[in-house]
């Protein structure tokens, strides 16, 4: 079973940048469709990014293109999201999901995604 781990939340002032890592542990994410997700208080969970098993594409929301970027390093087992010219509206907790499927054709859909982690706050202020 494979558990997932993130890292790298936190405060920080609008214009700023963070770097979430998920690491995984019992199992390795080589062959997984990995994506990133966030909730906001009172909404639900939404697309961010995604990747795939490869890293040869690269998914994401509109409301985050151009600022954030999502990574992989199937060595260390381990995911990044790079967020930059952080927003206030980016404020919400961050989920890291693994899929069984390696390209998930459905990349932005919380269904498709089989492995969650525990998520870490990030809070932009203006």
């Known amino acids: 079973q494979v558990q997932l781990v993130e890292s790298g939340g936190g405060l920080v002032q609008a214009g700023g940048s963070l770097r979430l890592s998920c690491a995984a542990s019992?199992?390795?994410?080589?062959?997984?469709?990995m994506g990133w997700f966030r909730q906001a208080p009172g909404q639900e969970r939404a697309f961010v990014a995604a990747?795939?098993?490869?890293?040869?594409?690269?998914y994401y929301a509109d409301s985050v293109k151009g600022r954030f970027t999502i990574s992989r390093d199937n060595a260390k087992n381990t995911v990044y999201l790079q967020m930059n010219s952080l927003k206030p509206e980016d404020t919400a907790v961050y989920y890291c999901?693994?899929?069984?499927?390696?390209?998930?054709?459905?990349?932005?859909?919380?269904?498709?995604?089989?492995?969650w982690g525990q998520g870490t706050q990030v809070t932009v202020s203006s």
């Open positions: 999901a693994a899929s069984d499927l390696g390209s998930p054709r459905n990349f932005d859909w919380v269904p498709v995604y089989d492995y």
């Open positions: 019992g199992g390795t994410l080589t062959n997984n469709g």
């Open positions: 990747i795939t098993w490869n890293g040869d594409n690269t």
